[in-house]
């Protein structure tokens, strides 16, 4: 995978429906998604406007031909996201899925990325399997 530069905006806009227990409810903008990320702390507004950078860890990554934009399940932890590669970098990428973009940290065991589609680089399709614990981290 090429080295590339930051393409777009890293972090989702959205807002907090609720919290409870080092874990919130994020809910990216344009969408009904309801995503339950790992925080350190949350203090922050429920119902506002946030910046947040998502992250996730790949357990398996596959590059696809097509089948659009989304993240699974829509309510709860992210498990299954797909999108277009918006920025690389030898260990990790930025996935935009679903209108918000994921930082995702490639897998460490080369088995666990499946090139059968070609090669990573900005604008392909990838299909990221996810460990469980995505997180999210607040932009003030």
Known sequence: MADTTLATKT???GK?????DGAVVFNPNGTRYELH????SYDGPIGK???AVIRVAARKMYTVPSGGSYI???FGPP???QGIVRQADPRSIVVHAAG???QVNLPNAEAAIDLDDGPIYLGKMVNVVCEPGAQVEFIS
Do not use: D, E
């Open 49 to 51: 406007p946030v910046k």
């Open 16 to 20: 907090i429906l609720k919290t409870a």
């Open 100 to 102: 918000c973009p994921i």
């Open 37 to 40: 990320l790992v925080v350190s």
């Open 79 to 81: 498990r299954i996201v």
């Open 72 to 74: 699974t399940p829509i």
């Open 11 to 13: 972090y989702a806009s």
